[in-house]
């Protein structure tokens, strides 16, 4: 049985943000980039200790075609994305919202 997902509020409007960006940015990016996001989440819903862990609970998936990672809570009962951090802005924003 795979565990259950929930998404933060605040990860998902970063996640949108950072697609609206993308998609001023080159028409199609921000499908691209959605695509890439839903990817992860898969990876992390298969296999969540795959994602090295940086502290307690929280890991860290590095997306493999843009500079963010998501960063979740992986529990028994299931896994919470706490933030979808770009590499270079705001890298750690997640410690204060767990």
Request: proline share 6%; aromatic share 10%.
């Amino acid at each position: 049985m795979s565990p259950t997902l929930s998404i933060r509020e605040l990860a998902e409007t970063e996640i949108n943000e950072a697609a609206d960006f993308y998609l001023v940015e080159n028409p199609g990016l921000g499908g691209i980039f959605l695509d890439e996001v839903q990817s992860a989440l898969g990876g992390m819903v298969d296999f969540p200790d795959a994602a090295p862990r940086i502290r307690g609970r929280v890991r860290k998936r590095i997306m493999a075609k843009f500079p963010y990672s998501l960063v979740c809570s992986v529990r028994r009962d299931g896994i919470k994305i706490l933030a979808a951090a770009h590499h270079k802005r705001r890298p750690f924003c997640w410690r204060a919202w767990r």
